[in-house]
């Protein structure tokens, strides 16, 4: 060992190999299609909520409590009336304008005569989203270039826009009878037929006002092509030719369509938008499965980034556009829901869908019944759960054609487990027509998940890029050679040359075997703890050269700059020291903004290591030639198999690295396990409806009773109750599972719980039991409260009520804070006496009342014990909603941590979790008369605890993945609401804002405009409901 310097020697290596930024996405604005399907319905408020799911530190995943925020058609509404009533002053403007000075927007309100005045764009760009609004300015966005005019093609969009203006958006059936009972009433009574004439002017006009405002300018493409014209009818020929064919399929049917039964457009697509020209040999294989092309269900296994994702995108297009119906996209976290809207966006644009989000605060229940188009709604676990309730409860499953859930294997993951397997047991059971498609890449026991799915089972070890498993053992590296009795074959020893005080700091070689890669390469370092993260991140800076520093040295500046703008000024010390070196951390204690931060400079090759737990083990596609597991221990805990191959997985993601490596660092004493870890088969994935004392197995049977009743069957017998249950994994696992109670007993166990908790009722008739849901029993499974706390609630409401202190946020606040997050805060005492001392007089007198006096909180701070009893919960929870409400006043989530000593991270996931249970706790109080005080005040204070920002951010804020930062980058250069940026151009976007490349612009854009189309049809429908004509109307 080399004493003397603390050095280490880093080989210059060839410049960074970085994946070119891929094909600008090209997109154009949907199209309205009028096929007059089904009858929009009014939004209304659907109250379904998931059992909570925090994170803990031990596996630290993204902070994915996931939520309702009940209907935002309401705010929707009232955004679209504000931009009508904008542009219309915009379009008196517009007109008392020359004409050959056209500025339009996406949503401009467009009269005729100024739609003819659109210049087409040119031929072969016109497709894309840069190019169409290339040349349109929105009235106050950063200047565009101006149109010029084309006579010819403007003739050629003056007759398509009359021809448009014509079709109506009224549903047939409504027309059909709207004509009829013209000429009757016209017949039998002229003043009638007059009056009815009246009534169907003021119809018109006004629909024909919001059509124009909305529709025609948001839905509609800003400027047509003849080829464009063309183009158009060539997809809708190959759509029609792939459903007719659709409608035929045989399972000897070979073909369906030009591309997989889809038109070639959307294998243009796929290139356009993500740089893949051909599909590998098992996409293709598996697309043509008859299996596949027979709709039946499919379970599909394959390594990490063997491109699983492609095939389930493309069997959505198919569904979405030969069959025409909705799909559903399970996929884990947020964050992958968010990256999933933003990717797809572009797709739904050119192929006239609707991209909806169902994460965080986002989704509506149920969901906007649209007549002329289908949408794909992209899901966490939870939000995918309360969708599919919401459907079942208003009869619309049958319209989902397809559920794709990403990482099956999260079946066996815990209460987020048991609501995946709760979804699909309610699609099985009732809906016959829904295809159900799973992908994992580590799936043990697929034979059982196979007859819980009713699903045939594709699986093939393809992996594009190489991956090669090392461990290291002392200073040797060993090739992982499963097949080898050894199952550790000797590969190298490790070369470094380290001075005793560096190898007392670094006793495991992380510096040598990160050093090996970077700065040429990436490096993943995933690390047992969050501390953990931070300690490797600054240990290995520590003993980088200065050459480090030079490297991308102004990207990282502007990186650290961001950071430090979406920290009001504060940037974590640990990053600010690492990151002028090119590494970072990354942990669920960083706020999202940081997060994202991070993993786009990763991404882009400005940083070039990153120390992370599992934050980052999902599905995640981010350069990683190497990947380290600095312990095979997650927290305190040995590895899971399925968990180490997620790791390990990350290294070497087709298109961007050509090849990976993963190194398991291990001591003596982890040998024997770990031979295990690396070669065992995949651990069996067992149902959790039994997890958390059958929390599962109670909150499904509570569901079943209520859905059973809001579909008219007013009870439930126990015999159906049994049938859901004997279609779920537990059941075909009962063996396993069910050793000391059966699955019968279970249920009965269950059935008593439920009675006893007052959440049903049983009662006896000739035909057995029958089952019927008690009002809090339907407020619990509607809120998705938790059914241990349900009671609780109830009480806490009831008391609240006696005496709400409504003077500021502090008593609401406290009723929503989640029971779930008490037990994870201990409070600073000082900061919570000094927070207290700054309360209202009536503030003070609330905390006492809910069992919080004063006294209690001075003795704690000074040290002293008490002797009074004092629920402790209580305490807990008025410290979290101390915490929340100085957060409500300030919007500043750094100094709010350092003043109650939380961690950022937390204090975000206890924000996003609170606006979560008030949208939970407002759709309870909901189901009883006595709490409608609380409908409005917890409806207004969902929307406040959602958008924890100054109120000019939120309509930027939600677009897909628009963070805090962003909105208000975006709001200083001139982006201020979402039509601004629905309008933007891309390139004019990426370059007014700083460190947004043009690949994020055009995802910004796109989903900006996915929304904006989303809300304008959403008015749209709720417009034609309120003014179509009933069907019963009395006639005379
Ligand atoms: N036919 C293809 N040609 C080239 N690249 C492809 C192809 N199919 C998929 N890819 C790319 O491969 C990468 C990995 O694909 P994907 O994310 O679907 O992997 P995965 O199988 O879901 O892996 P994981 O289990 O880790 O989530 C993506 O960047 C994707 O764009
Ligand atoms: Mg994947």
Same mark, same amino acid.
Request: glycine share 6%.
């Given at each position: 060992?080399?004493?003397? /310097?603390?050095?280490?020697?880093?080989?210059?290596?060839?410049?960074?190999?970085?994946?070119?930024?891929?094909?600008?996405?090209?997109?154009?604005?949907?199209?309205?299609?009028?096929?007059?399907?089904?009858?929009?319905?009014?939004?209304?408020?659907?109250?379904?909520?998931?059992?909570?799911?925090?994170?803990?530190?031990?596996?630290?995943?993204?902070?994915?409590?996931?939520?309702?925020?009940?209907?935002?058609?309401?705010?929707?509404?009232?955004?679209?009336?504000?931009?009508?009533?904008?542009?219309?002053?915009?379009?008196?403007?517009?007109?008392?304008?020359?004409?050959?000075?056209?500025?339009?927007?996406?949503?401009?309100?467009?009269?005729?005569?100024?739609?003819?005045?659109?210049?087409?764009?040119?031929?072969?760009?016109?497709?894309?989203?840069?190019?169409?609004?290339?040349?349109?300015?929105?009235?106050?966005?950063?200047?565009?270039?101006?149109?010029?005019?084309?006579?010819?093609?403007?003739?050629?969009?003056?007759?398509?826009?009359?021809?448009?203006?014509?079709?109506?958006?009224?549903?047939?059936?409504?027309?059909?009878?709207?004509? +009829?009972?013209?000429?009757?009433?016209?017949?039998?009574?002229?003043?009638?037929? /007059?009056?009815?004439?009246?009534?169907?002017?003021?119809?018109?006009?006004?629909?024909?006002?919001?059509?124009? =405002?909305?529709?025609?300018?948001?839905?509609?493409?800003?400027?047509?092509?003849?080829?464009?014209?063309?183009?158009?009818?060539?997809?809708?020929?190959?759509?029609?030719?792939?459903?007719?064919?659709?409608?035929?399929?045989?399972?000897?049917?070979?073909?369906?369509?030009?591309?997989?039964?889809?038109?070639?457009?959307?294998?243009?697509?796929?290139?356009?938008?993500?740089?893949?020209?051909?599909?590998?040999?098992?996409?293709?294989?598996?697309?043509?499965?008859?299996?596949?092309?027979?709709?039946?269900?499919?379970?599909?296994?394959?390594?990490?980034?063997?491109?699983?994702?492609?095939? =389930?995108?493309?069997?959505?297009?198919?569904?979405?556009?030969?069959?025409?119906?909705?799909?559903?996209?399970?996929?884990?976290?947020?964050?992958?829901?968010?990256?999933?809207?933003?990717?797809?966006?572009?797709?739904?644009?050119?192929?006239?869908?609707?991209?909806?989000?169902?994460?965080?605060?986002?989704?509506?229940?149920?969901?906007?019944?649209?007549?002329?188009?289908?949408?794909?709604?992209? =899901?966490?676990?939870?939000?995918?759960?309360?969708?599919?309730?919401?459907?079942?409860?208003?009869?619309?499953?049958?319209?989902?054609?397809?559920?794709?859930?990403?990482?099956?294997?999260?079946?066996?993951?815990?209460?987020?487990?048991?609501?995946?397997?709760?979804?699909?047991?309610?699609?099985?059971?009732?809906?016959?027509?829904?295809?159900?498609?799973?992908?994992?890449?580590?799936?043990?026991?697929?034979?059982?998940?196979?007859?819980?799915?009713?699903?045939?089972?594709?699986?093939?070890?393809?992996?594009?890029?190489?991956?090669?498993?090392?461990?290291?053992?002392?200073?040797?590296?060993?090739?992982?050679?499963?097949?080898?009795?050894?199952?550790?074959?000797?590969?190298?020893?490790?070369?470094?040359?380290?001075?005793?005080?560096?190898?007392?700091?670094? @006793?495991?070689?992380?510096?040598?075997?990160?050093?090996?890669?970077?700065?040429?390469?990436?490096?993943?370092?995933?690390?047992?703890?969050?501390?953990?993260?931070?300690?490797?991140?600054?240990?290995?800076?520590?003993?980088?050269?200065?050459?480090?520093?030079?490297?991308?040295?102004?990207?990282?500046?502007?990186?650290?700059?961001?950071?430090?703008?979406?920290?009001?000024?504060?940037?974590?010390?640990?990053?600010?020291?690492?990151?002028?070196?090119?590494?970072?951390?990354?942990?669920?204690?960083?706020?999202?903004?940081?997060?994202?931060?991070?993993?786009?400079?990763?991404?882009?090759?400005?940083?070039?290591?990153?120390?992370?737990?599992?934050?980052?083990?999902?599905?995640?596609?981010?350069?990683?030639?190497?990947?380290?597991?600095?312990?095979?221990?997650?927290?305190?805990?040995?590895?899971?198999?399925?968990?180490?191959?997620?790791?390990?997985?990350?290294?070497?993601?087709?298109?961007?690295?050509?090849?990976?490596?993963?190194?398991?660092?291990?001591?003596?004493?982890?040998?024997?396990?770990?031979?295990?870890?690396?070669?065992?088969?995949?651990?069996?994935?067992?149902?959790?409806?039994?997890?958390?004392?059958?929390?599962?197995?109670?909150?499904?049977?509570?569901?079943?009773?209520?859905?059973?009743?809001?579909?008219?069957?007013?009870?439930?017998?126990?015999? /159906?109750?049994?049938?859901?249950?004997?279609?779920?994994?537990?059941?075909?696992?009962?063996?396993?599972?069910?050793?000391?109670?059966?699955?019968?007993?279970?249920?009965?166990?269950?059935?008593?719980?439920?009675?006893?908790?007052?959440?049903?009722?049983?009662?006896?008739?000739?035909?057995?039991?029958?089952?019927?849901?008690?009002?809090?029993?339907?407020?619990?499974?509607?809120?998705?409260?938790?059914?241990?706390?349900?009671?609780?609630?109830?009480?806490?409401?009831?008391?609240?009520? +006696?005496?709400?202190?409504?003077?500021?946020?502090?008593?609401?606040?406290?009723?929503?804070?989640?029971?779930?997050?008490?037990?994870?805060?201990?409070?600073?005492?000082?900061?919570?006496?000094?927070?207290?001392?700054?309360?209202?007089?009536?503030?003070?007198?609330?905390?006492?009342?809910?069992?919080?006096?004063?006294?209690?909180?001075?003795?704690?701070?000074?040290?002293?014990?008490?002797?009074?009893?004092?629920?402790?919960?209580?305490?807990?929870?008025?410290?979290?909603?101390?915490?929340?409400?100085?957060?409500?006043?300030?919007?500043?989530?750094?100094?709010?941590?350092?003043?109650?000593?939380?961690?950022?991270?937390?204090? /975000?996931?206890?924000?996003?979790?609170?606006?979560?249970?008030?949208?939970?706790?407002?759709?309870?109080?909901?189901?009883?008369?006595?709490?409608? @005080?609380?409908?409005?005040?917890?409806?207004?204070?969902?929307?406040?605890?959602?958008?924890?920002?100054?109120?000019?951010?939120?309509?930027?804020?939600?677009?897909?993945?628009?963070?805090?930062?962003?909105?208000?980058?975006?709001?200083?250069?001139?982006?201020?609401?979402?039509?601004?940026?629905?309008?933007?151009?891309?390139?004019?976007?990426?370059?007014?804002?700083?460190?947004?490349?043009?690949?994020?612009?055009?995802?910004?854009?796109?989903?900006?405009?996915?929304?904006?189309?989303?809300?304008?049809?959403?008015?749209?429908? +709720?417009?034609?409901?309120?003014?179509?004509?009933?069907?019963?109307?009395?006639?005379?």
């Amino acid at each position: 060992m080399n004493a003397e /310097q603390p050095e280490l020697k880093v080989k210059r290596v060839s410049t960074r190999k970085r994946p070119r930024e891929r094909l600008r996405s090209h997109l154009t604005p949907a199209r309205k299609k009028g096929t007059g399907r089904d009858k929009g319905i009014l939004n209304g408020l659907m109250a379904d909520q998931n059992p909570t799911e925090y994170c803990s530190d031990n596996e630290d995943l993204f902070g994915d409590y996931d939520s309702i925020l009940g209907d935002s058609s309401l705010m929707a509404t009232l955004d679209c009336v504000e931009q009508i009533a904008r542009k219309q002053d915009l379009q008196q403007a517009v007109d008392s304008k020359p004409v050959d000075q056209p500025q339009r927007g996406f949503t401009e309100l467009r009269s005729l005569k100024n739609t003819c005045l659109q210049r087409p764009s040119d031929d072969h760009l016109t497709d894309s989203i840069l190019d169409v609004f290339k040349d349109e300015s929105f009235e106050d966005l950063p200047a565009a270039p101006q149109l010029d005019l084309d006579k010819d093609v403007l003739e050629n969009l003056k007759t398509t826009e009359i021809l448009q203006e014509h079709k109506t958006s009224t549903p047939l059936r409504n027309k059909e009878r709207t004509s +009829e009972d013209r000429t009757k009433m016209g017949d039998k009574n002229t003043t009638e037929g /007059q009056t009815f004439a009246g009534f169907s002017k003021a119809r018109r006009s006004m629909t024909d006002h919001l059509k124009r =405002a909305m529709l025609s300018n948001a839905g509609a493409p800003s400027t047509v092509s003849r080829t464009k014209v063309l183009k158009e009818a060539v997809v809708s020929k190959e759509i029609n030719v792939a459903m007719q064919a659709m409608e035929t399929v045989s399972t000897v049917t070979t073909d369906l369509g030009p591309f997989f039964g889809l038109p070639t457009k959307v294998k243009e697509l796929i290139y356009k938008l993500r740089g893949i020209n051909d599909l590998y040999d098992w996409q293709k294989t598996c697309l043509n499965l008859d299996c596949v092309r027979g709709r039946r269900n499919l379970i599909y296994s394959l390594p990490t980034s063997g491109g699983k994702t492609l095939v =389930a995108e493309i069997l959505i297009l198919k569904e979405l556009l030969c069959r025409k119906k909705d799909c559903l996209f399970i996929l884990p976290y947020i964050s992958l829901v968010q990256e999933k809207v933003r990717g797809l966006a572009g797709f739904g644009l050119e192929l006239d869908f609707m991209v909806e989000e169902y994460a965080g605060s986002k989704g509506r229940f149920p969901p906007v019944k649209r007549r002329n188009k289908n949408s794909l709604y992209i =899901a966490t676990i939870e939000k995918g759960h309360s969708l599919v309730n919401s459907l079942i409860e208003n009869g619309r499953l049958e319209n989902l054609g397809l559920v794709v859930v990403d990482e099956l294997h999260m079946l066996g993951d815990g209460s987020r487990g048991a609501i995946i397997e709760m979804t699909l047991a309610k699609v099985l059971y009732m809906s016959k027509q829904t295809q159900i498609i799973g992908m994992s890449a580590t799936l043990g026991n697929i034979k059982d998940i196979q007859k819980f799915l009713r699903a045939e089972n594709y699986t093939n070890d393809f992996r594009p890029v190489q991956l090669s498993e090392y461990v290291k053992l002392s200073h040797t590296i060993y090739e992982v050679a499963p097949k080898e009795e050894d199952c550790f074959k000797f590969s190298r020893l490790l070369n470094f040359k380290y001075s005793s005080s560096m190898q007392k700091m670094d @006793p495991d070689h992380i510096i040598a075997l990160v050093t090996e890669v970077i700065p040429a390469y990436s490096c993943l370092v995933f690390c047992p703890t969050q501390k953990n993260c931070e300690n490797v991140a600054g240990m290995i800076c520590k003993y980088l050269k200065e050459e480090f520093l030079v490297l991308k040295e102004k990207e990282k500046g502007v990186l650290l700059r961001e950071l430090r703008a979406s920290g009001n000024g504060m940037v974590c010390p640990v990053l600010r020291k690492v990151i002028p070196y090119g590494l970072a951390y990354h942990h669920s204690g960083l706020t999202s903004a940081e997060r994202r931060l991070v993993e786009d400079a990763y991404s882009s090759g400005v940083l070039c290591m990153l120390a992370c737990t599992s934050t980052l083990a999902a599905g995640i596609n981010l350069p990683a030639r190497r990947v380290i597991l600095r312990s095979p221990y997650m927290a305190a805990d040995f590895l899971r198999r399925s968990q180490y191959k997620q790791m390990v997985g990350r290294a070497g993601r087709a298109g961007i690295d050509t090849m990976g490596e993963s190194i398991l660092i291990i001591q003596d004493k982890d040998t024997t396990m770990a031979k295990k870890l690396v070669s065992a088969p995949m651990e069996t994935c067992y149902s959790n409806l039994t997890h958390n004392d059958g929390k599962g197995v109670l909150s499904l049977i509570l569901s079943i009773i209520g859905l059973n009743a809001s579909n008219f069957c007013m009870t439930t017998t126990l015999e /159906q109750v049994k049938d859901v249950m004997s279609g779920t994994l537990l059941c075909v696992q009962e063996e396993h599972l069910c050793v000391e109670r059966s699955l019968s007993d279970r249920v009965q166990d269950s059935l008593v719980f439920l009675q006893e908790k007052n959440l049903i009722t049983v009662s006896q008739c000739s035909q057995g039991d029958t089952l019927k849901i008690t009002t809090l029993g339907r407020a619990t499974y509607k809120s998705s409260v938790d059914l241990t706390h349900c009671d609780m609630l109830y009480k806490d409401l009831s008391k609240g009520l +006696e005496s709400l202190m409504l003077n500021s946020h502090l008593h609401l606040l406290y009723l929503v804070t989640p029971y779930d997050m008490i037990a994870q805060c201990k409070p600073d005492w000082m900061a919570f006496f000094r927070q207290f001392t700054l309360l209202s007089a009536s503030e003070q007198k609330m905390s006492a009342a809910v069992g919080v006096p004063e006294s209690f909180v001075a003795r704690k701070a000074a040290g002293q014990t008490v002797k009074k009893s004092v629920n402790m919960a209580s305490v807990r929870r008025l410290y979290l909603a101390l915490v929340l409400y100085t957060l409500l006043k300030e919007t500043n989530l750094w100094s709010v941590a350092e003043r109650f000593q939380l961690s950022r991270g937390f204090i /975000q996931t206890l924000l996003s979790s609170s606006s979560a249970f008030c949208a939970c706790v407002l759709h309870f109080t909901e189901e009883f008369e006595e709490f409608w @005080p609380f409908k409005s005040l917890l409806a207004e204070l969902t929307r406040r605890l959602s958008y924890c920002v100054t109120a000019e951010l939120v309509p930027l804020m939600e677009v897909a993945g628009v963070l805090e930062y962003r909105a208000k980058q975006l709001y200083n250069a001139g982006y201020k609401t979402l039509a601004h940026l629905a309008n933007a151009d891309p390139n004019i976007l990426s370059n007014n804002v700083e460190n947004l490349n043009k690949k994020q612009a055009n995802m910004i854009v796109a989903s900006a405009k996915m929304l904006l189309n989303d809300k304008a049809s959403a008015l749209q429908e +709720e417009v034609d409901e309120l003014l179509m004509l009933p069907l019963d109307l009395p006639m005379a």
